[in-house]
T-cell receptor
Framework: GAGVSQTPSNKVTEKGKYVELRCDPI?????LYWYRQSLGQGPEFLIY????????DSGLPNDRFFAVRPEGSVSTLKIQRTERGDSAVYLCASSWQAHDTQYFGPGTRLTVL | GIQVEQSPPDLILQEGANSTLRCNFS?????LQWFHQNPWGQLINLFY???GTKQNGRLSATTVATERYSLLYISSSQTTDSGVYFCAVRGAGGTSYGKLTFGQGTILTVHP
């Protein structure tokens, strides 16, 4: 079946702008995760959803970052007032339940000029 | 939080050689996954292995949870094995059931 998909694959924006990144999880997966990967580093956890609710948002770096999953499927990561330090690859993953294998999407490469 | 260390950081092999990658973690875990990140950035699942031994073709993995380490074995390496290998764990304690903590990765280069 279809894997995790993310759109757009690349996003270039200017400092101070607002961006939205979308994640479509594997159908039926109840858990969804966002991670961020900087060059040469391993992915770092941002937020985890179980169903529609954010079960753990401890990885969000500040209040410019926000994520939603209103119907328990698609999720959107929203970044306000983007800064150059936000440039990274944003990865989404999903799993059947929280303790199960996580499957990753191809990522969105965000560049803030 | 839990710490994850991978070794070696870099590994260069000739095609056909065998290798072992190591992942050490600082606390009890209830999830451990090995990934291969290909040159296009896609994270590919290799193993879900919080304990025990698994094999898949030329790859195998062993996790000794009581000693807090995992090993990934690659036999008869091929150029397509090149990329970054990540170990990621979820700590058994705490309130987050979802968060994976990744190591820094091992960069594998296989020459023909």
């Amino acid at each position: 079946g279809a894997g995790v998909s993310q759109t757009p694959s690349n996003k270039v924006t200017e400092k101070g702008k607002y961006v939205e990144l979308r994640c479509d999880p594997i159908s039926g997966h109840t858990a969804l995760y966002w991670y961020r990967q900087s060059l040469g580093q391993g992915p770092e956890f941002l937020i985890y959803f179980q169903g529609t609710g954010a079960a753990d948002d401890s990885g969000l770096p500040n209040d410019r970052f926000f994520a939603v999953r209103p119907e328990g499927s698609v999720s959107t990561l929203k970044i306000q007032r983007t800064e150059r330090g936000d440039s990274a690859v944003y990865l989404c993953a999903s799993s059947w339940q929280a303790h199960d294998t996580q499957y990753f999407g191809p990522g969105t490469r965000l560049t803030v000029l | 939080g839990i710490q994850v260390e991978q070794s070696p950081p870099d590994l260069i092999l000739q095609e056909g050689a065998n290798s072992t990658l190591r992942c050490n973690f600082s606390d009890s875990v209830n999830n451990l996954q090995w990934f291969h990140q290909n040159p296009w950035g896609q994270l590919i699942n290799l193993f879900y292995i919080p304990s025990g031994t698994k094999q898949n073709g030329r790859l195998s993995a062993t996790t000794v949870a009581t000693e807090r380490y995992s090993l990934l074995y690659i036999s008869s390496s091929q150029t397509t094995d090149s990329g970054v290998y990540f170990c990621a764990v979820r700590g058994a304690g705490g309130t987050s059931y979802g968060k994976l903590t990744f190591g820094q990765g091992t960069i594998l280069t296989v020459h023909p």
